[in-house]
Nanobody, 127 residues
Framework: QVQLVESGGGLVQAGGSLRLSCAAS????????MGWFRQAPGKEREFVAA????????YYAESAKGRFTISRDNAKNTVHLQMNSLKPEDTAVYYC????????????????????WGQGTQVTVSS
């Protein structure tokens, strides 16, 4: 199992930016894809972005494309989500997650493929 701790959430005005970070400990971080999900009040948790174990491939929800960037630093066991041009509809609790498939390099990601989750960090975008 891997333990995940998110940070970097907060309150920002529409059009602003935030950088979320996730620190991982436990199993071999660099062997597994990582992802970010979010959950707004009254809604299902939804996929935001994922990054292959090597960092060479990234995948984004349509709502995140062109505005968010996921990255990882395997030497520091961290993954980041840079969020630009934030909108009020981005308001949610953001969760870092570690995929269960070691050395997976494909393009399919869902809540079911992630085995470990952080506690979440609140992002609030005001209009």
């Amino acid at each position: 199992q891997v333990q995940l701790v998110e940070s970097g959430g907060g309150l920002v005005q529409a059009g602003g930016s935030l950088r979320l970070s996730c620190a991982a400990s436990g199993r071999t971080f660099s062997s597994y894809p990582m992802g970010w999900f979010r959950q707004a009040p009254g809604k299902e948790r939804e996929f935001v972005a994922a990054l292959s174990w090597s960092g060479s491939s990234t995948y984004y929800a349509e709502s995140a494309k062109g505005r968010f960037t996921i990255s990882r630093d395997n030497a520091k066991n961290t993954v980041h989500l840079q969020m630009n041009s934030l909108k009020p509809e981005d308001t949610a609790v953001y969760y870092c997650a570690a995929d269960k498939r070691r050395f997976y390099s494909g393009s399919y990601y869902s809540k079911q493929t992630f085995a470990s989750w952080g506690q979440g960090t609140q992002v609030t975008v005001s209009s």
